[in-house]
């Protein structure tokens, strides 16, 4: 079983100016994206609040356009609010600068692309070994993790293969692999099945409900209502905001 290893604030969560992170693994509080368009604003988010629990299976959802993107890349600290708070495992993320964002990221999220973002000269294995490797840990370490990420994605009889010598599928488990690797708080999934057929799409959506049951959060931001349905919350967003927040297990 491939666990991340649980983070958390402290009993009495922080507070500031009445919003706090209340125990929760993310809490955004009313949180706005302005893009300044010549002398017209754009407003990509409006005024979005909601949390996630440890141990949740998320799929955030909506057309083109609706401010998904936008959201997972502020989830994913790669950018900032333009007003709002926004707490990750206690730590107020949305006042942190570039600096202190990429070390959030490091530690707290994993990523998982729909276009697989391996390196193609690379062995699975070194692919998976790349956040550890700008983590600092020892080579021995940081081997023997690898090996465990790629065997919870069933992949441990390929880890010296080659982008090229994997299928589509299996290319994404590297990935998979390679994001759990850091055992992050958050598994965050942008259209991770967009590059996929059918069957290989169902059979990625089985392993995430796997890692799911093993205690991993998961987020996965999607256009396709048939990957939204195998979550067990879904949060519909349209022209910036959230349009619905439903629980479907």
């Known amino acids: 079983m491939y666990k991340f290893m649980e983070g958390g604030g402290e009993e009495d969560s922080p507070q500031i100016g009445g919003a706090s992170s209340n125990g929760a693994l993310i809490s955004m509080h009313n949180i706005w994206k302005?893009?300044?368009?010549?002398?017209?604003?754009?407003?990509?988010?409006?005024?979005v609040s909601f949390r996630v629990e440890k141990g949740?299976?998320?799929?955030?959802?909506?057309?083109?356009?609706?401010?998904?993107?936008?959201?997972?890349?502020?989830?994913?600290?790669?950018?900032?609010?333009s007003k709002g708070q926004y707490w990750i495992n206690g730590q107020l993320v949305s006042d942190m600068s570039d600096d202190e964002l990429a070390r959030i990221r490091n530690k707290e999220i994993g990523f998982v692309f729909q276009t697989f973002n391996l390196l193609a000269r690379a062995t699975a294995l070194h692919n998976v070994e790349l956040p550890l490797i700008y983590a600092g840990m020892r080579a021995v370490e940081r081997n023997e993790k690898a090996q465990a990420a790629l065997a919870s994605v069933e992949l441990g009889d390929r880890v010296l293969h080659k982008p090229n010598e994997l299928s589509g599928g299996q290319r994404q488990r590297v990935a998979i692999a390679r994001a759990?690797?850091?055992?992050?708080?958050?598994?965050?999934?942008?259209?991770?099945?967009?590059?996929?057929?059918?069957?290989?799409?169902?059979?990625?959506?089985?392993?995430?409900?796997?890692?799911?049951a093993e205690g991993n959060t998961i987020i996965v931001v999607t256009h396709e209502h048939e990957v939204a349905a195998r979550a067990h919350r879904v949060i519909s967003i349209r022209d910036g905001q959230i349009e619905k927040d439903e629980r479907t297990k």
């Open 34 to 47: 302005t893009y300044q368009m010549g002398v017209e604003q754009l407003h990509a988010l409006r005024d």
């Open 180 to 212: 759990l690797v850091n055992h992050p708080s958050i598994l965050l999934a942008d259209e991770p099945t967009g590059a996929l057929d059918s069957k290989t799409s169902a059979e990625i959506m089985a392993l995430f409900e796997k890692l799911h």
């Open 56 to 81: 949740e299976y998320l799929a955030i959802i909506g057309p083109s356009g609706s401010g998904k993107s936008t959201l997972m890349n502020l989830i994913g600290c790669l950018d900032s609010p």
